[in-house]
């Protein structure tokens, strides 16, 4: 579909008394525009008309313009479908082209933080995505929630959504996550107790910037969640690995380093601990409150896939524990229902929650309200608990698939634990692999994985790999799992 351009009344200035004639005007205008590279070839202009009637000019005058730049090659013109900038652009462009890139690389005179986004080795056209263990997006409820949706702006007192509320979230969702956490989780919680963010990131953010201050030290697991370092570091928070083994966090190793310095925070992943899979364990669990009641210290929970928890019964968070006075929980609506559902929440006591309010509303104001009260109707209506348990079925079946996949076509070249929960395995290679080059050689076969690398706080090879499987069919997992292994 050919897409036709607005008129350019502010893109064209046009001076009636200049020396120049206006025709010209418009045409250097127009050329202006190309080789800025607003005005893409192939791309279709507006026809004389009502560009001359944008302009007050008379269409003799657009058209003379167009002409001229149809004549020196800018512009070419199709019968009955109107005007284009031209496939074969004039030679001069690439001068302006190389003068383009020597901007492109000086330096600007003010200074900035750089940041950079990690690119995830994945295409569109990638047959096979093993991501870190996102859910399957074509399980969503998408039918309730746009029944939800819809039902919300048909309600009388609709107008009173549109304007703005309470940073926190609505009471309404509040109130829902609250009832949640409460009966699934056994976390005590008011909704006071609880912010809305757009999804755990988010929760991360304010946590840190509400919490930190520079030169703060944060212990954090290693292996880890490499996103939440960056979100700490930023804050102005010096960062301390701590190991992890195949009961969560080594708090041993945490003990001592309260022993040596002042540590403010410890992040942790105890459910299905990032990357590794594995659940901290009850005395972990216990001991871990223990040491943040006597060294001060809050506990940033994250608990970001709660739900699918399949050996047993799902572990109640650290924030349940009677005596977790200073636990700061983070969860997500996104692991259930999908990612683009951008519905996180922080629980903590009320006034650290209005502090991390004040500060949401500096950088965010507020969330989605309308969004808020569909998904809190469907919390209300048991339609989120029902998709839950659908998809755990489903998840579970998928694990299971994995796990004889893993046995079948990579067993010769891994060793791995079935996980307890969450949506992703944690692979080690009997030998030693570069996981950035593995991932480069597997684009290139259509299958897109994670380098493990950066998991590491030292970015120390930890040959393995985190494979999530929540969002492959069984076709499609053992698809990429065969080009894996002959690639290995």
Same mark, same amino acid.
């Given at each position: 579909?050919?897409?036709?351009?607005?008129?350019?009344?502010?893109?064209?200035?046009?001076?009636?008394?200049?020396?120049?004639?206006?025709?010209?005007? %418009?045409?250097?205008?127009?050329?202006? $525009?190309?080789?800025?590279?607003?005005?893409?070839?192939?791309?279709?202009?507006?026809?004389?008309?009502?560009?001359?009637?944008?302009?007050?000019?008379?269409?003799?005058?657009?058209?003379?313009?167009?002409?001229?730049?149809?004549? $020196?090659?800018?512009?070419?013109?199709?019968?009955?479908?109107?005007?284009?900038?031209?496939?074969?652009?004039?030679?001069? #462009?690439?001068?302006?082209?190389?003068?383009?890139?020597? #901007?492109?690389?000086?330096?600007?005179?003010?200074?900035?933080?750089?940041?950079?986004?990690?690119?995830?080795?994945?295409?569109?056209?990638?047959?096979?995505?093993?991501?870190?263990?996102?859910?399957?997006?074509?399980?969503?409820?998408?039918?309730?929630?746009?029944?939800?949706?819809?039902? +919300?702006?048909?309600?009388?007192?609709?107008?009173?959504?549109?304007?703005?509320? &309470?940073?926190?979230?609505?009471?309404?969702?509040?109130?829902? /996550?609250?009832?949640?956490? /409460?009966?699934?989780?056994?976390?005590?919680?008011?909704?006071?107790?609880?912010?809305?963010?757009?999804?755990?990131?988010?929760?991360?953010?304010?946590?840190?910037?509400?919490? +930190?201050?520079?030169?703060?030290?944060? =212990?954090?697991?290693?292996?880890?969640?490499?996103?939440?370092?960056?979100?700490?570091?930023?804050?102005?928070?010096?960062?301390?690995?701590?190991?992890?083994?195949?009961?969560?966090?080594?708090?041993?190793?945490?003990?001592?380093?309260?022993?040596?310095?002042?540590?403010?925070?410890?992040?942790?992943?105890?459910?299905?601990?990032?990357?590794?899979?594995?659940?901290?364990? #009850? &005395?972990?669990?216990?001991?871990?409150?223990?040491?943040?009641?006597?060294?001060?210290?809050? #506990?940033?929970?994250?608990?970001?896939?709660?739900?699918?928890?399949?050996?047993?019964?799902?572990?109640?968070?650290?924030?349940?524990?009677?005596? =977790?006075?200073?636990?700061?929980?983070?969860?997500?609506?996104?692991?259930?229902? =999908?990612?683009?559902?951008?519905?996180?929440?922080?629980?903590?006591?009320?006034?650290? /929650?209005?502090?991390?309010?004040?500060?949401?509303?500096?950088?965010?104001?507020?969330?989605?309200?309308?969004?808020?009260?569909?998904?809190?109707?469907?919390? $209300?209506?048991?339609?989120?608990?029902?998709?839950?348990?659908?998809?755990?079925?489903?998840?579970?079946?998928?694990?299971?698939?994995?796990?004889?996949?893993?046995?079948?076509?990579?067993?010769?070249? %891994?060793?791995?634990?079935?996980?307890?929960?969450?949506?992703?395995?944690?692979?080690?290679?009997?030998?030693?692999?570069?996981?950035?080059?593995?991932?480069? *050689?597997?684009?290139?076969?259509?299958?897109? /994985?994670?380098?493990?690398?950066?998991?590491?706080?030292?970015?120390?090879?930890?040959?393995?790999? *985190?494979?999530?499987?929540?969002?492959?069919?069984?076709?499609?997992?053992?698809?990429?799992?065969?080009?894996?292994?002959?690639?290995?």
């Amino acid at each position: 579909m050919v897409q036709i351009l607005r008129p350019w009344k502010t893109i064209l200035p046009v001076v009636l008394d200049s020396d120049e004639a206006v025709y010209r005007q %418009i045409a250097k205008g127009i050329i202006e $525009e190309i080789k800025r590279g607003r005005f893409k070839p192939g791309m279709a202009l507006p026809g004389t008309r009502p560009l001359a009637l944008d302009l007050k000019l008379n269409r003799k005058t657009v058209i003379l313009a167009y002409d001229s730049l149809i004549a $020196e090659g800018w512009l070419t013109s199709a019968y009955k479908q109107g005007t284009f900038v031209s496939d074969k652009l004039p030679q001069n #462009i690439k001068l302006y082209r190389d003068h383009k890139t020597i #901007i492109a690389v000086q330096s600007i005179p003010f200074s900035y933080r750089e940041q950079q986004v990690n690119s995830s080795l994945v295409q569109e056209n990638s047959l096979v995505v093993f991501n870190d263990g996102l859910p399957d997006v074509r399980l969503a409820p998408m039918n309730e929630l746009m029944r939800a949706y819809k039902r +919300i702006f048909q309600q009388n007192a609709k107008w009173r959504m549109m304007g703005y509320g &309470d940073p926190r979230g609505t009471d309404r969702i509040r109130e829902a /996550i609250a009832s949640m956490l /409460i009966h699934d989780r056994g976390v005590s919680v008011e909704p006071g107790q609880l912010c809305i963010t757009r999804g755990s990131q988010m929760a991360l953010y304010l946590i840190a910037n509400v919490l +930190i201050e520079k030169g703060d030290h944060i =212990a954090i697991e290693n292996p880890g969640y490499a996103p939440a370092w960056k979100v700490f570091e930023r804050a102005g928070a010096k960062l301390i690995p701590v190991a992890v083994d195949e009961n969560g966090i080594c708090v041993d190793s945490l003990e001592v380093l309260c022993t040596q310095t002042k540590v403010k925070a410890v992040y942790v992943t105890p459910h299905h601990q990032f990357p590794t899979t594995v659940s901290m364990k #009850i &005395d972990r669990r216990l001991r871990l409150i223990e040491l943040s009641n006597q060294y001060g210290f809050a #506990i940033i929970e994250d608990d970001y896939d709660h739900e699918f928890h399949f050996s047993s019964k799902s572990l109640f968070p650290l924030a349940s524990h009677q005596n =977790a006075l200073n636990v700061i929980y983070i969860g997500s609506l996104s692991k259930i229902v =999908a990612p683009a559902l951008r519905i996180g929440y922080v629980r903590a006591s009320q006034k650290f /929650i209005a502090a991390l309010a004040a500060l949401r509303k500096m950088i965010d104001v507020q969330g989605d309200n309308v969004m808020e009260h569909a998904v809190a109707e469907l919390m $209300e209506e048991g339609a989120v608990k029902k998709h839950a348990k659908k998809a755990y079925a489903v998840y579970k079946d998928r694990r299971d698939n994995m796990e004889g996949m893993l046995n079948t076509y990579l067993g010769s070249h %891994i060793s791995f634990k079935k996980p307890e929960g969450g949506l992703a395995y944690w692979i080690r290679f009997n030998e030693n692999r570069n996981t950035v080059e593995l991932a480069a *050689r597997l684009l290139e076969k259509g299958v897109s /994985i994670i380098p493990t690398e950066p998991f590491s706080f030292h970015s120390d090879a930890l040959n393995a790999l *985190r494979l999530g499987y929540a969002s492959l069919t069984k076709d499609e997992m053992e698809m990429g799992l065969k080009l894996i292994a002959k690639e290995l």
